[in-house]
């Protein structure tokens, strides 16, 4: 959702198939470098050629922000799966298309949402403020 | 009373040291060398107080000497202060008993949850507890049960299910399941930084004594998730998620805004770091898909 959102909002053309690792261009300025190094973080291969190409692209201040990005979504992940939230009001509506382009009803956190609702209002602005 | 005199030896974790007599140093910030081969630190007196534990006087708590914790110099590249800050933040929390747990117990959290790796399919774990024991046996700091739900929380998230989260927090309580998580959720994100930026995770502090403060909120209200949210908690459930232990929700939150949107959360452009927004959320993206996670 904040991906598509944010790419509109720089008239960027984003392919949200990319999150799964399908091999579509992201759309995104250096998508190509960021999703290799975000996999390679993940599974613990192939990581110093994906930050040394990372770094290359962004410059280190960009590599720490990618890599503080995968670190605070390992938590956030756990926190979610964990405690079993459903996703926000509006967001059910809002992310019906790429949820379902994206088969993302198969990861079991689905079963703690209602995605039968319909309508809804916008996301709540401030999530972590 | 006995008490004794507070020492750190730099670049170690820092350890009681009763010397003969009351040593009195105050004022004095750095000490003469009193092991060969050592350099002390003074970090001032303590009494030894009935039931265990130290009083300091003057201070309302021991003081916590960041010292060489998450030193800048021990990253490979720089990294913000204030996510540095917001690491030691995290490591004093830990230190400390909160609303359902002693220190001691989750510092062994955080022990299982770093030797802890995903089962092979076929071991996977029952999503049953029946066969787990809420007894801590002799010599050992966490249940049976506790080490499971660990486990799960820290390496099988996304095959938790409310089935087994309620028959857990049946035995365990909301908030002591709600502090669990926390306690994973605030160390996965700094344990996997400092492995991504090229130096080991940080040692563990020494834990302080005393009981859970029995802190939880009051009232709340249910969002639907596994354990019920502070009511009038601002944000979305992510953020609300574990605020029926409050401070551990706000450890957590803090290191969240500190590593990922500060204050910026609402704006669609950033334009004032290294990656903009949507190169942040592509990166936020593949690693929730490469967890599976829904939300």
Redesign the interface.
């Known amino acids: 959702m904040?991906?598509r959102?944010?790419?509109e909002?720089?008239r960027?053309d984003?392919d949200?198939a990319?999150?799964?690792?399908s091999a579509v261009e992201?759309g995104?300025?250096?998508?190509d470098v960021?999703?290799v190094?975000?996999?390679a973080?993940?599974?613990g291969e192939g990581?110093s050629a994906a930050?040394a190409a990372l770094r290359e692209a962004?410059?280190?201040?960009?590599?720490?922000?990618?890599?503080?990005?995968?670190?605070?979504?390992?938590?956030?992940?756990?926190?979610?799966?964990?405690?079993?939230?459903?996703?926000?009001e509006g967001v059910v509506s809002a992310t019906e298309g790429d949820r379902n382009a994206?088969g993302?009803?198969e990861?079991?956190?689905?079963?703690?949402?209602d995605l039968s609702i319909a309508g809804g209002r916008s996301?709540?602005?401030?999530?972590?403020? | 009373m006995e008490g004794g005199h507070r020492w750190r030896r730099l670049g170690q974790r820092p350890r009681a040291v009763l010397l003969p007599g009351r040593q009195r140093l105050l004022g004095r910030p750095r000490a003469e060398p009193i092991a060969s081969g050592g350099d002390w630190r003074s970090l001032g007196d303590f009494d030894q107080v009935a039931g265990g534990g130290q009083r300091w006087p003057g201070l309302a708590k021991p003081p916590y000497d960041r010292g060489m914790r998450f030193a800048r110099d021990s990253f490979i590249?720089?990294?913000?202060e204030h996510?540095l800050a917001t690491f030691d933040a995290a490591w004093q929390w830990l230190s400390e008993p909160s609303g359902a747990w002693t220190a001691d117990e989750k510092l062994a959290m955080v022990d299982v949850a770093r030797n802890a790796s995903p089962r092979l399919l076929h071991d996977r774990r029952p999503a049953t507890i029946d066969h787990l024991s809420s007894e801590v046996e002799i010599g050992r700091k966490l249940s049976p049960l506790v080490v499971d739900t660990v486990e799960?929380?820290?390496v099988e998230?996304?095959?938790?299910?409310?089935e087994w989260?309620s028959a857990v927090i049946d035995v365990l309580g909301d908030t002591a399941y709600?502090e669990l998580?926390?306690v994973?959720?605030?160390v996965?994100?700094?344990d996997?930084?400092c492995e991504?930026?090229g130096r080991p995770v940080e040692p563990l502090p020494d834990p302080l004594a005393g009981l859970p403060t029995g802190e939880r909120a009051d009232p709340t209200v249910d969002?639907?998730?596994?354990?019920p949210a502070a009511q009038g908690f601002?944000?979305?459930?992510?953020?609300k998620?574990?605020s029926v232990a409050p401070t551990a929700n706000l450890v957590?939150?803090g290191?969240?805004?500190a590593?990922?949107?500060g204050?910026r959360?609402?704006e669609?452009?950033?334009d004032d770091?290294?990656?903009?927004?949507?190169?942040?959320?592509?990166?936020?993206?593949?690693?929730?898909?490469?967890?599976?996670?829904?939300?």
Not at chain 1, 60 to 88: H, K, Q, Y
């Open positions: 904040l991906l959102a944010s790419s909002e720089l960027d984003v949200t990319a999150v799964l690792g992201s995104v300025s250096a998508g960021l999703e190094y975000a996999s973080a993940h599974r990581l930050t962004v410059g280190d201040a960009g590599w720490v922000e990618a890599a503080m990005t995968v670190a605070v979504f390992n938590g956030l992940v756990r926190t979610a799966d964990a405690s079993g939230i459903p996703l926000d994206l993302l009803a990861f079991g956190g689905a079963a703690n949402s996301p709540h602005p401030n999530l972590f403020n | 590249v720089g990294v913000p996510q799960r929380v820290a998230a996304g095959a938790i299910c409310r989260a709600a998580v926390a994973i959720a605030t996965t994100p700094i996997r930084a991504l930026l969002i639907g998730a596994y354990v601002a944000g979305p459930n992510v953020a998620s574990l957590r939150l290191v969240v805004r590593l990922y949107s204050t959360f609402g669609l452009r950033w770091g290294a990656l903009n927004r949507p190169q942040v959320e592509l990166v936020a993206a593949r690693t929730s898909a490469l967890n599976e996670c829904f939300y």
